[in-house]
């Protein structure tokens, strides 16, 4: 399946130069990160108009909106003019990124020394005065082979911020009762940019219904037959069921995009939800997000958004899973710790009931959801309960991570990387062993301690570094990560 509901990022770059120093200084360095870009990443659109002043400064956005670029890097060949080139983070509808040119060699430090050094301190302030968000690098200063990578870099940060500023979660009923860790106010939510939209089950109810002889049923059942394969479809008189679902959803989506171009889904998926509809919706939200169109579970709404994320960082499928129960000691001694150096304190299993899409699953099927099983069909034959998605999660590195609001509206986060590990659960679900280094602690000190929910988005890979710099961009307070051994918490008992 496409990504369709993310954003495409087309990046250019502008130099800017200060008058009292050589133009083409900075010029001839702006042409070579675009040469260096160009043969390691792709293409990187160059604004010919070199920016000295605020005349300047408005020819060259214009020159980069008509060309249309939503994302720009704003780069200090020399010095820099102060006031344009931070007039273009404010003149720009779109992220932007600062950084400055290295000097190339000591054989040229008179005419072919730029300063730009000096000059990035004073475009922070500048940034300051006029309370302008930019992207900065950790070390914004280089040659233009470091600033290619720099500016690859920037380019999930860019498609994230992006995407979020023309996003739309859409619900559908409230939480589950004892779900209150899905607590979601939403003024924060509209303080980033994000658009929401609220509704009943019933809604969602009546609109499934009129979807009742959709023609494009068939070939949409054909369709999840074909991804799931004779082993993985016990259940084949469901999918028309969960077709209906799916094409519920998606022009639910159409419909109420409104005028945003990007849409979330969180949706209240039990205890009514399986009896009403017939099925557990969980296999076609493992079928929405592998698209790009996140479907939450129990109504998580900052579940949704984190989800969001990591979509738009990885351009990937990725999931919401609990944090959910520790490893046994003696699966953990048979099967991790003769090939692992970690604790048991560092792995837990993160589980949901199956919306983990396929393609991140060692093998996986449709299957019945157990404890749903229980509650709802006295344990007896599965009729309803069917639908979720099950398999053990696909061994690899990944990404923890959420955006949060406290009860009270402050947003906060954290992000953990670590990896699922290859030892079988030997559960139900769709369910994996992670490994975080210092999760022990990691749980008691930041996500017991700053009260975070059980949920927790997962990306599929290494993103850390791109996700804490959104955040930062995004002016996240409160940005918590798993510290080592040696950096205590604040609320860390030396002594213990």
């Known amino acids: 399946m496409t990504m369709s509901n993310i954003p495409s990022v087309k990046c250019g770059i502008i130099s800017v130069s200060r008058d009292c120093f050589i133009i083409s200084l900075s010029e001839n360095r702006r042409k070579a990160i675009v040469n260096a870009y160009t043969k390691k990443y792709g293409s990187l659109y160059e604004v010919q108009k070199t920016v000295e002043n605020e005349t300047d400064m408005l020819e060259a956005v214009n020159e980069a909106k008509s060309a249309g670029c939503n994302a720009l890097v704003v780069f200090l060949g020399n010095f820099g003019p102060e006031t344009p080139e931070t007039l ?12 400055a040119a290295a000097e190339e060699t000591g054989k040229n430090l008179i005419n072919g020394r730029g300063d730009a050094f000096c000059g990035m301190l004073n475009c922070s302030y500048n940034l300051g005065l006029r309370h302008l968000k930019a992207f900065i690098p950790e070390y914004p200063v280089g040659t233009a082979e470091d600033l290619a990578d ?25 939480r589950p009762q004892d779900f209150f860790a899905c607590n979601a106010p939403i003024q924060p939510l509209y303080d980033l940019g994000v658009e929401i939209e609220e509704n009943s089950e019933l809604d969602l109810l009546v609109a499934y219904r009129a979807h009742k002889d959709d023609p494009r049923i068939a070939e949409t059942a054909a ?53 009403e509809f017939g099925f557990e919706p969980c296999y076609v939200n493992s079928r929405m ?4 169109i996140p479907v939450s579970c129990e109504v998580d709404i900052y579940g949704a958004l984190s989800e969001y994320i990591g979509l738009c960082v990885s351009q990937d499928a990725v999931t919401l899973l609990d944090i959910n129960n520790s490893v046994p000691k003696d ?56 639908g979720t998605l099950e398999g053990d999660i696909a061994d ?20 953990a990387q670590g990896e699922v590990l290859p030892a079988a659960t ?45 955040f930062q961009y995004l002016g996240i307070p409160d940005i918590s990560f798993n510290q080592p051994k040696g950096m205590l918490y604040p609320s860390e008992n030396p002594f213990a």
């Open 331 to 386: 699966l953990f001694d048979k099967s991790i710790k003769p090939t692992t150096s970690y604790q048991l304190e560092d792995t837990f299993m993160g589980f949901h009931c199956g919306n983990t899409p396929l393609c991140k699953l060692r093998k996986g099927g449709v299957k019945y959801q157990l404890i749903q099983n229980r509650l709802l069909e006295n344990g007896e034959k599965p009729d309803f309960t069917r």
């Open 88 to 99: 273009i983070a404010k003149e720009f509808d779109g992220p932007v990124m600062y950084a």
């Open 150 to 174: 720099m500016i690859a870099d920037f380019q999930p940060v860019a498609r994230t911020l992006l995407g979020l500023s023309s996003l739309k979660i859409i619900t559908f009923g409230p």
């Open 289 to 292: 997000v592998a698209r790009g």
């Open 223 to 275: 369709d999840m037959a074909k991804e799931l394969g004779q082993k993985g479809n016990p259940y084949p008189d469901l999918l028309p069921r969960m077709a209906q679902f799916e094409l519920t959803l998606l022009d639910w989506m159409k419909e109420h995009q409104g005028a945003r171009q990007y849409v979330a889904f969180a949706d209240k998926c039990w205890p009514a939800f399986p009896k």
């Open 396 to 415: 690899g590195d990944i990404t923890f991570f959420r955006l949060q609001s406290t009860a009270g509206g402050q947003l906060r986060a954290y992000i």
């Open 426 to 470: 030997n559960s139900f679900g769709g369910i994996g062993i992670f490994a975080i280094p210092e999760m022990g602690r990691f749980y008691r000190h930041v996500l017991i301690q700053k009260q975070f929910p059980h949920h927790g988005a997962v990306a599929f890979g290494h993103f850390g570094k791109a996700i804490y710099s959104i």
